[in-house]
């Protein structure tokens, strides 16, 4: 138990913390975009699942690393598409609207998994990336700035989401919408547009989150690779109060968990791993519990927008 | 809520309609990926339904794959009824597959007759307590339940397989070294009782179908159904006439659980005969597709379910007769839920365009 105090254990941890919060923080990021507007898209992990395919397949048969990520931006996107157009225009019901969408890249990916790779194999994905300078301030160069570029794009996500929601005409517009779509609309703001935007911003973080795992944290694919990851995603978005530095701290502590748990098994604490793994979802069902963060809810969250309905 | 209060108002003979053109269309999008995957798709369909209810064998496998489909889907039917999006399915399968297992094992030694009911009243209690968790945190805290099920879902995974792997390990698998992930097998006397011999079916999809009648008796013929449907209607008028909205929400998402439990203690002593990983299938998620095709009616779940499973059971037949991954059908799946809730929109606007041409023909006469 004394291992788990020694400092390359607790750096080790804090690295792990960092790179695992990557596929996270880009599918919550892109969620919390969706919802803001007032769209609850719950297909998060379908669409993860098709973009960590795209990425791995592409890279897999051309070695280059930017092709794939830029295929799982395409299919995110597509995957968006298809999203906004069965609940924004079509104004299906939101929830089970995502639950199909899951159920579609999940099916669509483990499809073109058995038929073009068939069995596990690995690329080599991005490599760590030791920013000069920075790198090498003991210990917290070692935790920070020893990873691969989508790890530090995904921390450098947070405060962009936060200027494009807080200092832009965008995110009052965003805002408007998922508050008060019909004052916004009355307004000349295009409820339909932003809602379409939003959520195709919010698919192509999900497919750049799949593809952070297939090719830079985990480099290979297999069906269902992310595990239910993406709901997680959708849940940490309401933990973080709809808000990226909620966010931020939301998924820095699920992660945390999660390195913790991860070197408990390494260094063989006596603590069942699979009792440790539920840990963070006991956590954040606690958590969501004691804050009451609804206030703060998007008004319009879950409502489709049709012009004249009030 | 807006969408379950149209399914609930459709006459019946378009809530028929849109499922089945919406069926219509993902079978010709498959038929387009499977010309992308170098099958032909007259072929491989005939090889889905053959496979499906050509035989004997393939529609008394239908059946057993439609039982845990139209259980969880009863619960589905249950909460969407109360406007509760239940995503819990998985892990209140699992529940009650764990708690259902646990209990044969342990009082092995009673006989037959009081030891399955009673096995699996414990499934339908512990998927009952997974249900109720996120029930009373809705009820009493406002968490949005479709989270809280989600966090439910992936604690159970865990805590199953754990369980698995530590105090529930079959003593065999140590034994023999490899340690599989799975439980001891479960006396005979647990087992359900076979329907055909020479099949899998077992006496678990008489009891779903059962259950089908009670459910439409309790939301149609009781006033603790009455009161859940209305709080699915129409919260705030529930709220006005007294109905204890929170209350009957906790409940839903109760019984939800419970019948998704009964799901999973169902496929223990009915099919595997043991817990083993992946215990749940996905019926979770896809009693879901059964519930909403049936129109979130408890008796058009029946028919529902059974194409469902008649469609999985084909799937394997398929891969195997030309080689097309059964993956394909789960993708369809996906797309028949996205093509029944998009289309809630069309149907709605024909039904005001019938009012105003109704109102408009009283008017002439």
């Not at chain 1, 790198?135 to 990873?147: A, K």
């Not at chain 2, 065999?172 to 087992?191: F, H, M, N």
Request: aromatic share 10%; charged share 10%; with cysteine.
């Amino acid at each position: 138990m004394t291992d788990i105090f020694r400092l390359p254990v607790v750096i080790g941890i804090l690295f792990s913390a960092i790179r695992l919060a990557t596929p996270y923080l880009y599918a919550t990021i892109g969620e919390m975009f969706a919802q803001r507007s007032g769209v609850l898209n719950l297909g998060v992990d379908g669409i993860m699942l098709v973009g960590a395919y795209a990425a791995f397949f592409v890279v897999l048969n051309t070695g280059n690393l930017w092709l794939g990520l830029l295929a799982a931006v395409v299919v995110g996107l597509l995957m968006g598409l298809l999203m906004a157009f069965i609940s924004v225009t079509l104004q299906a019901e939101q929830g089970i609207s995502g639950i199909g969408l899951y159920m579609f890249g999940l099916g669509l990916s483990s499809l073109l998994f058995k038929v073009t790779i068939g069995t596990v194999k690995t690329v080599s994905g991005f490599p760590p990336l030791k920013i000069p300078w920075l790198g090498d301030i003991p210990v917290i160069g070692q935790i920070l700035f020893q990873h691969s570029l989508p790890v530090y794009g995904a921390f450098l996500l947070v405060p962009l989401a936060w200027w494009v929601l807080e200092k832009t005409t965008w995110g009052l517009k965003i805002k408007a919408v998922g508050q008060n779509p019909a004052a916004a609309d009355s307004l000349g703001v295009s409820v339909i547009g932003v809602r379409y935007l939003c959520v195709c911003l919010g698919a192509v973080l999900a497919g750049i989150a799949g593809a952070s795992l297939s090719i830079a944290l985990t480099n290979l694919f297999q069906e269902n690779l992310t595990a239910g990851l993406g709901f997680i995603a959708v849940a940490l978005v309401y933990f973080g109060g709809w808000r990226p530095l909620g966010i931020l701290a939301g998924t820095l502590l699920f992660s945390s968990v999660n390195a913790l748990q991860l070197w408990m098994q390494v260094l063989g604490v006596k603590i069942p791993s699979d009792v440790a793994v539920m840990l963070p979802y006991i956590l954040t069902i606690a958590v969501l519990a004691v804050m009451v963060n609804r206030a703060r809810q998007p008004a319009a969250l879950n409502k489709p927008f049709e012009r004249g309905e009030g | 809520m807006a969408f379950l209060a149209k399914v609930r108002n459709n006459p019946i003979f378009i809530s028929a309609l849109i499922p089945l053109g919406a069926m219509v269309v993902a079978l010709l999008i498959g038929a387009v990926m499977l010309l992308f995957l170098r099958a032909h798709p007259l072929q491989a369909y005939a090889a889905l339904i053959g496979g499906a209810l050509g035989d004997v064998s393939g529609l008394t496998q239908s059946a057993v794959k439609a039982t845990p489909l139209l259980l969880v889907g009863l619960g589905i039917v249950i909460a969407f009824r109360a406007s509760v999006i239940n995503i819990g399915g998985e892990g209140q399968i699992i529940a009650g597959a764990l708690l259902g297992t646990w209990f044969a094992l342990t009082f092995r030694t009673w006989p037959g007759w009081l030891l399955i009911p009673a096995t699996l009243l414990a499934g339908f209690f512990a998927g009952m307590v997974w249900g109720f968790i996120p029930g009373i945190l809705k009820a009493r805290l406002s968490v949005n339940e479709i989270l809280s099920t989600v966090m439910m879902n992936a604690i159970a995974l865990q805590l199953m397989n754990y369980l698995l792997r530590g105090p529930m390990i079959d003593p065999a698998g140590i034994k023999a070294g490899t340690y599989l992930a799975q439980s001891e097998r479960l006396p005979e006397q647990v087992w359900l009782p076979r329907l055909v011999p020479q099949t899998l079916l077992h006496s678990g999809a008489i009891l779903a179908i059962v259950l089908a009648v009670v459910v439409y008796i309790f939301l149609w013929r009781t006033t603790i159904g009455y009161r859940l449907r209305a709080v699915g209607l129409n919260p705030d008028a529930a709220r006005y006439a007294g109905i204890r909205v929170p209350f009957y929400q906790a409940l839903s998402l109760t019984l939800a659980g419970g019948f998704a439990g009964l799901a999973g203690v169902v496929e223990v002593i009915g099919v595997q005969h043991r817990l083993l990983q992946g215990i749940t299938s996905g019926y979770g998620f896809s009693g879901i597709v059964a519930a909403l095709f049936g129109g979130l009616h408890p008796i058009g779940a029946i028919p529902a379910a059974y194409l469902f499973g008649a469609l999985l059971v084909g799937a394997d037949k398929m891969q195997r007769a030309v080689q097309v991954p059964s993956a394909l059908v789960d993708t369809l799946l996906g797309l028949i839920v996205l093509f029944v809730v998009g289309s809630q929109l069309l149907s709605r606007r024909q039904a005001a365009r019938r009012a105003v041409e109704t109102t408009e023909s009283d008017k002439t006469a």
